[in-house]
């Protein structure tokens, strides 16, 4: 069984860019919680999406980011206009039920 | 809201020595509690898991009881060994309307030495 696919691993931006994170939850997990992990720190949720719905987008910041999870294909986050604080590492976690989640390796975005 | 607190790091030890990582939490109602494993460069792992007072996780050799009283779920392990250096993190779900996202402590890293 394939886990939580994130790509790209690595995602390196120029200030201004838009960067675009894909994630492939569990074959047959419908929730899927996104994390960013800032240096240093521990993570912290942004959002969690069901398929073509946005439950709790309460950790997102108000500008700039989206997220969405269509009925095919990855949940994908969206950063448009990356700034040097965007850089960081952003986990995605799938779950079958708002029970036990099982994460991606990440995203690590550099914003140059 | 909920917030978790682990005991600051780093911590190294050598190995077979024992280790306890202290993690208290704030929560309304009655949460889970977890422990997460991240090996370098990798994603989060879930060690273990205890979703009401007293019970106790366990997994690999690793430990942890939730106790109410203290809202404490320490992590334990008689004898480390090398592989066990990773960031290890304490978290919760649960809760009011938390659909199950996750609040984690800010995580502690682990060095075992040979």
């Known amino acids: 069984n394939a886990g939580v696919m994130q790509n790209p691993r690595h995602l390196v931006r120029r200030r201004g860019q838009e960067a675009r994170l894909r994630c492939s939850p569990v074959?047959?997990?419908?929730?899927v919680y996104w994390y960013r992990q800032l240096p240093e720190e521990g993570l912290k949720f942004m959002v969690y999406l069901q398929k073509e719905n946005i439950i709790d987008e309460s950790g997102m910041p108000k500008e700039r980011f989206s997220a969405e999870f269509p009925k095919e294909g990855p949940s994908i986050l969206r950063i448009q206009q990356v700034v040097r604080g965007d850089s960081a590492a952003y986990f995605c976690?799938?779950?079958?039920?708002?029970?036990?989640?099982?994460f991606g390796a990440g995203t690590r975005l550099s914003v140059l | 809201g909920n917030s978790v607190t682990q005991m600051e790091g780093p911590v190294t030890l050598s190995e077979e020595a024992f280790l306890t990582i202290n993690c208290t939490y704030t929560a309304t109602g009655y949460p889970s509690l977890f422990w997460y494993v991240q090996y370098p460069g990798e994603g989060l792992q879930l060690l273990l898991k205890a979703t009401k007072a007293d019970d106790k996780g366990s997994n690999k050799g690793f430990e942890a009881t939730y106790r109410k009283e203290t809202t404490s779920f320490h992590l334990e392990k008689g004898s480390v060994q090398v592989s066990d250096s990773a960031v290890y993190f304490c978290a919760l779900s649960g809760g009011g309307t938390s659909y199950g996202k996750l609040t984690f402590g800010q995580g502690t890293i682990l060095t075992v030495h040979p």
């Open positions: 074959k047959g997990h419908s929730h």
């Open positions: 976690a799938s779950s079958p039920t708002e029970n036990i989640q099982y």
